[in-house]
């Protein structure tokens, strides 16, 4: 991991984080306790991340740049016993945001006797991530360390990632997207490159300073990266083998831009809804064959499109997406009536198959 000036290797991250695990048990947090991360992408926030779930916790990632209100909100929501963050970022909230959790400082140096920890697994809860809350209050998606291993694992696949990948980590660790990113690259031993920056001179010079392999973004960032008045069309990047968007529509007319700025770079757009992370990517192939396409649906994962009686969709027919997989949620924290709403058995398993999918909201057609 590479974090400005310094870097970190796994041996090392892995030995600060158990050691900071073995604070957080000395500080009685029991198996199932959410800890919620308040930090600026570091690696720092990475040792929080990792420490709290060798120490059975679940993780509540609050993105860096929400205010009080904002934080007060998640960390009530989802019942944080713990409060991890540092004295700068402490100093931007009121007291009510952090008064009903044990606000602990992250803090560097291995001074103390450790035990080696093991991870917990399978179907136990990992972490609470909540959602932007652009039609209201923020939900908290409950997913599985589960869910979070086979999304790296997935990605790493249909990606291609390879040990020797460099990758740019631009997106916050409270989006799943961000999130995959950091365990991608443990999965596969990749470098993973934190960048706080999202201006495109910054980006531009990361790109260039570190030789990346790989990165991330959601559409508003490639508008402003890929733009007409952006320094990276001026800019030789022969190491850059891929990018890829999510968290909205890549506009048609952005491709042909790509091609221009980036013409040996390949693109990956991807579809997701934050109950499942990751629906359908659009081999870089079939671009110009099917614009506007979200593709395919990711390896290990089945997508329908069924109408409001569940019955499979004929081809051109408009309905719901439907996924199945296992990157499908635990549900949603603490809100049964909404879980339910989204998270239904499969209607079309076979008999005496039991699994569960999740109706996505989004109407889509098959070609």
């Known amino acids: 991991m590479v974090d400005g000036d310094s870097s970190c290797s796994y041996e090392a991250l892995a030995a600060r984080a158990q050691h900071l695990a073995t604070q957080l048990l000395r500080h009685g ?6 800890v919620a991360i308040y930090l600026d992408k570091t ?9 709290a779930w060798l120490a059975g ?4 990632p609050i993105n860096e740049g929400l205010r009080s209100r904002q934080v007060e909100h998640i960390v009530r929501d989802s019942g944080s016993r713990l409060f991890l963050t540092e004295p700068r970022k402490l100093t931007r909230l009121d007291a009510e945001a952090v008064a009903d959790a044990d606000v602990l400082e992250i803090q560097d140096g291995m ?13 136990e809860p990992a972490a609470i991530l909540y959602t932007s809350g652009s039609t209201g209050r923020p939900k908290g998606i409950l997913v599985s360390h589960e869910n979070l291993i086979s999304g790296a694992r997935i990605v790493a696949r249909y990606l291609e990632i390879q040990h020797d990948e460099r990758i740019l980590g631009v997106l916050p660790f409270s989006f799943d997207y961000g999130l995959n990113q950091l365990l991608t690259a ?8 934190l960048e706080r920056s999202h201006l495109p001179a910054d980006l531009r010079r990361s790109l260039v300073r570190h030789a990346i392999t790989a990165m991330a973004g959601v559409p508003p960032l490639w508008i402003q990266l890929l733009g007409d008045r952006s320094s990276l069309s001026q800019e030789v990047l022969p190491h850059l083998r891929y990018i890829t968007n999510s968290g909205g529509v890549f506009p048609t007319e952005l491709v042909a831009r790509c ?5 040996a770079t390949r693109l990956y757009l991807m579809y997701g809804l934050s109950e499942a992370f990751r629906s359908t990517y659009l081999p870089p192939e079939e ?18 499109v069924l109408d409001e009686h569940g019955s499979e969709c004929a081809p051109g027919k408009v309905g719901e ?8 949620a635990l549900g949603y924290w603490r809100n049964p009536e909404a879980t339910a709403a989204r998270f239904r058995e499969h209607p079309l398993a076979p008999e005496g198959r039991a699994e569960r999918v999740v109706y996505s909201g989004d109407l889509v057609r098959r070609d």
Request: charged fraction near 20%; charge should be positive.
């Open 29 to 34: 947090l029991e198996p199932g306790d959410r």
């Open 43 to 51: 690696t720092s926030s990475v040792v929080a991340l990792c420490g």
């Open 57 to 60: 916790g679940v993780v509540v």
């Open 111 to 123: 001074d103390r006797a450790w035990t080696p920890l093991g991870l917990r697994g399978g179907r």
């Open 186 to 193: 443990a999965a596969t031993g990749a470098t993973l490159v």
């Open 259 to 263: 091609r221009r700025v980036l013409p």
């Open 287 to 304: 671009i110009e064959r099917r614009p506007g396409s979200m593709g395919r649906a990711i390896p290990e994962t089945e997508i329908y």
């Open 321 to 328: 997406l439907v996924h199945c997989g296992p990157t499908v």
